[in-house]
């Protein structure tokens, strides 16, 4: 298994907190990635990153940020939840390589619900 | 955006059986991902292509990457009780560095002993 953590695994919070989720990873892979999946939709990619302090948006990033201030952590932050943000999210990882840069990794999900 | 569309959403079979599901796609890619989702786990990656044309396997896995770079099958030989999941295709089309993927909905197998 790549070596990706993600905490908390569940998190219960209301309408109109800040909430962050952490991703951490052993591999020392350049680029990280946060999605999320929910029923009917699949998984959607939120934000990237492409190096320390290197991050942009994906498909469904309003309402979120993130930051990677170094190689192993990526922290995604829903600066005041909603109740449309609940949902399972899943961080990904790949390593800095010409091909293989794109088989990603996934952590084991934080199921976070929305109250 | 991109939109990949696998089928089936579904799928009963017997063990022993063997699985066929696809994922199409309205642009070209230039890799497919497979992956499997067991419940309340992250999806593992299964098998990577990376030409058109090209068939690979993992065990009983076999995926081909279709030649017109819209396409994806994977075919699962002799399924067996840990086979039951959601399997997702996942594609990109990149011309450099590493972007988020495209994933279809899933094809969730279920199989009866």
């Known amino acids: 298994d790549a070596g990706i953590t993600q905490s908390p695994r569940h998190k219960v919070t209301e309408t109109g907190t800040p909430v962050t989720l952490r991703c951490h990873q052993t591999?020392?892979?350049?680029?990280m990635y946060w999605y999320r999946q929910d029923p009917g939709h699949g998984l959607r990619l939120i934000h990237y990153?492409?190096?320390?302090?290197?991050?942009d948006k994906g498909e469904v990033s309003d309402g979120y940020s993130v930051s990677r201030s170094k190689t192993e952590d990526f922290l995604l932050t829903l600066e005041s939840a909603t109740s449309s943000q609940t949902s399972v999210y899943f961080c990904?990882?790949?390593?800095?390589?010409?091909?293989?840069?794109?088989?990603?990794?996934f952590g084991p999900g934080t199921r976070l619900t929305v109250t | 955006g991109q939109q990949l569309n696998q089928s089936p959403q579904s799928m009963f079979i017997q063990e022993g059986e063997d699985v066929s599901m696809n994922c199409t796609s309205s642009?070209?890619?230039?890799?497919w991902l497979w992956y499997k989702q067991d419940p309340g786990e992250g999806p593992v990656l299964l098998i990577a292509?990376?030409?058109?044309?090209e068939l690979t396997s993992n065990g009983r896995l076999t995926a081909q990457f279709g030649i017109t770079r819209k396409d994806s099958f994977l075919n699962i030989s002799a399924s067996i009780p840990s086979d039951v999941g959601i399997y997702f295709c996942?594609?990109?089309?990149?011309?450099?560095?590493?972007?988020?993927?495209?994933f279809g909905k899933g094809t969730h197998l279920i199989i009866q002993p």
């Open positions: 990153s492409y190096g320390v302090k290197d991050t």
């Open positions: 642009s070209i890619f230039n890799t």
């Open positions: 292509l990376y030409k058109a044309g």
């Open positions: 996942a594609g990109l089309f990149s011309g450099g560095g590493a972007d988020g993927l495209t």
């Open positions: 990904a990882i790949s390593e800095s390589h010409p091909v293989v840069a794109y088989e990603q990794y």
């Open positions: 591999e020392n892979h350049r680029y």
